[in-house]
């Protein structure tokens, strides 16, 4: 029978006992890092394990694609030319974007644990081929996965003023400890504390105050993406023709309805008599081709309409020479305060 090493990572523990016991029933031998725990001992055991396996068997779930001791792990299996079984335990995992590596390697389905996945599984471990001798020389061995987690805790705890990129570099290397489920807990713990230098740059306060926000102790990590978000495009041509032609309708439309409402059935032709009421309809192409489709830009841009009517009638023009000047610059004026309140609101700080 088999000596199988199964590799997982510590959040999946409970399935991967489950599959352990169901392994030991067919009377394979298994071994897996149930009473370890982390430090280059752990690590050399764990290798060690690696090298006299006779098949090397992957959990395969999100927790442990996710894994860097999993990943180091199976590379070290593949280096040696152990015979590879995933075992698929998840319904969260898309077989259609697993890693290269993996999708070259049959899985069994073992997301059920009844009599048909026994059966894959016995089908499988027969199938696969001995393993072959170890290597002459033996691959590098892959670096303990905390190795360099260590490290940041010296930069951390020391006691030497640190520079802003000196913490700026200790939050970005966190934040890809952060995102392994494995060492979570221990980013947090070292984010917390570098929190509590007493040189600690505002703007890293900040950064760290919003990403252990997101995520309260005990929780998973937010998803943090590995790059911003890119910047709101710029309108198209045909955004910006589109709102300039909704401005000029609605500036077009409130000019006539109030041109009638004060000069009774003569309001209709009132605005085609006297060319200075063209400002109207104008001011608001002006302010469509600002703001193009922007809701807020278009929002400022009808207030600054319904300013230039009210402004407008009130100077009784066209007599007024500045109430035409109001009209023609109201609208465009409400685009530009609307468009540039969206681009200068606060935004959070970058998680990046």
């Known amino acids: 029978m088999a000596n199988i090493f199964l590799s997982y990572n510590r959040q999946s523990e409970s399935i991967a006992r489950t599959l352990a016991d169901d392994l030991e029933a067919l009377d394979h031998t298994v071994w897996f890092d149930q009473k370890l725990r982390g430090g280059q001992v752990w690590w050399d055991q764990i290798l060690a394990q690696i090298r006299d396996c006779h098949i090397f068997a992957f959990v395969l779930d999100q927790q442990s694609l996710g894994s860097t001791a999993c990943k180091r792990e199976f590379g070290y299996a593949a280096e040696l030319g152990k015979p590879i079984l995933p075992i ?12 290269p590596a993996l999708t070259r390697i049959h899985f069994v389905d073992y997301r059920k644990q009844d009599r048909d996945a026994a059966f894959r599984l ?12 170890l290597p002459d020389p033996l691959p590098p061995a892959p670096e303990v996965p905390v190795s360099y987690l260590v490290s940041l805790t010296e930069q951390v705890d020391m006691t030497a003023n640190l520079s802003f990129e000196q ?32 040189d ?34 710029k309108p198209t ?15 077009g439309v409130a000019q006539t309805g109030f041109g009638n409402i004060l000069h009774g059935s003569e309001g209709l032709l009132f ?82």
Request: proline share 11%; glycine share 8%; hydrophobic share 45%.
């Open 271 to 352: 605005p085609f008599t006297h060319w200075f009421f063209y400002f109207l309809p104008l001011s608001g192409a002006i302010a469509g081709g600002i703001c193009a489709m922007n809701r807020r830009g278009i929002g400022a841009a009808i207030v600054g309409l319904v300013v230039a009517v009210v402004s407008g009638h009130s100077f009784q023009w066209p007599g007024s020479y500045f109430g035409m000047l109001i009209t023609l610059l109201a609208s465009p004026l409400g685009a530009v305060v609307g468009v540039y309140k969206e681009k200068s609101e606060p935004k959070l700080p970058s998680l990046r």
């Open 88 to 99: 698929l335990v998840s319904e969260d995992v898309s077989v259609n974007l697993l890693p």
């Open 200 to 233: 600690l740059f505002a703007a890293i306060a900040e950064e760290i105050d919003a990403l252990l926000e997101k995520s309260p102790k005990g929780s998973d990590p937010p998803v943090i993406p590995d790059k911003p978000p890119p910047p709101d495009p």
């Open 122 to 133: 016995v089908k499988a471990i027969t199938a696969l081929p001995s393993p072959p001798p």
């Open 167 to 198: 913490q700026s570099a200790l939050v970005v290397d966190l934040k890809k400890f952060w995102r392994d489920p494995a060492t979570t807990g221990d980013a947090r713990m070292l984010l917390e504390r570098l929190r509590k230098r007493h």
């Open 237 to 251: 041509r045909l955004e910006r023709m589109k709102g300039a032609l909704v401005l000029a309708v609605i500036g």
